[in-house]
């Protein structure tokens, strides 16, 4: 080829791969639309054996860069319809299961919740003091328990609990946020809670510039897992 049909060529494959990158980011395609739907298909044989579904042609939704499918159960009188999100090109995986969601004991959640929550902030005031907020995040389908049953690390839950805390780091340094962490880490391995994560601010309460709610003002953000190495890098620093 001469020198000028490789410039031609190049330029084609400038202009082309873009539109193609764009057009799939927010539209799909038939591959992709084609082997979501079979995970779909197989995910719902696999959790919900004995049951069966119509799945209704999907749309590629770019709110969640996959493919959104409306199912419903064969024999449901009231024909209602369950969200389920597919996501992932290559290894396409069923990442909302709306069927999953709406048979969540929301009342009981809520209420093992902030037993557990309660829990948490008395056992880690000693490691990194002033506990602002704390939450955690429980998930139980309903008639896993009754609506009276009590917080207790060793309930079998679907999931394991995600926590969130907001703790006073007013005069503290980085240095400090990481011995804090690391300390929650280990009191939380130690006591043998099933986490799946933890997510921690360090706010400012002294800060006479900024007028700020009573959570303060965000200084240090971290988020590890039970297995992390927590290092002074993963902490972030914002400057106000």
């Known amino acids: ?19 193609l990158f764009f057009y799939n980011a927010f ?9 979501s739907e079979r995970s779909v298909k197989l ?15 999907g749309f590629y939704n770019f709110k969640v860069s996959g493919y959104t499918y409306d199912v419903r159960k064969i024999g449901d009188g009231q024909q209602k319809e369950y969200e389920f999100n597919v996501t992932g090109f290559w290894k396409p995986t069923v990442t909302y299961d709306g069927i999953y969601y709406d048979n969540l ?10 037993e557990a929550s309660a829990e948490l ?26 609506s009276d049953t009590n917080w207790s690390k ?8 995600y926590i969130h805390l907001i703790v006073d780091a007013t005069n503290r340094s980085k240095d ?3 011995k804090m962490v690391r300390s929650i880490q280990q009191t939380l391995n130690s006591e043998h809670y099933n986490y799946s994560g933890v997510s921690f601010n360090g706010n400012l309460f002294d800060n006479e510039v900024i007028e700020k709610d009573n959570l303060g003002y965000v200084k240090y953000y971290v988020g590890f897992e039970k297995n992390s190495d927590i290092k002074l890098s993963d902490i972030e620093e914002y400057n106000q």
Do not use: A, C, H
């Open 176 to 178: 400090d946020v990481l």
């Open 105 to 114: 004991d929301l009342p009981l959640m809520d209420k093992l919740g902030e």
């Open 1 to 19: 080829m001469t020198k000028m049909k490789w410039l031609y060529l190049i330029l084609i494959i400038i202009l082309v791969v873009p539109i």
């Open 121 to 146: 902030t008395e056992l880690l005031t000693d490691k990194v003091g002033r506990v602002i907020e704390m939450s955690v995040q429980i998930e139980v389908l309903k008639g896993t328990y009754s």
């Open 154 to 161: 060793d309930l079998k839950l679907e999931k394991p609990i």
């Open 43 to 57: 995910y719902l044989k696999e959790t919900y054996p004995g049951q069966e579904f119509v799945i209704p042609d």
């Open 27 to 35: 539209n799909g395609n038939p591959v992709w639309k084609y082997v």
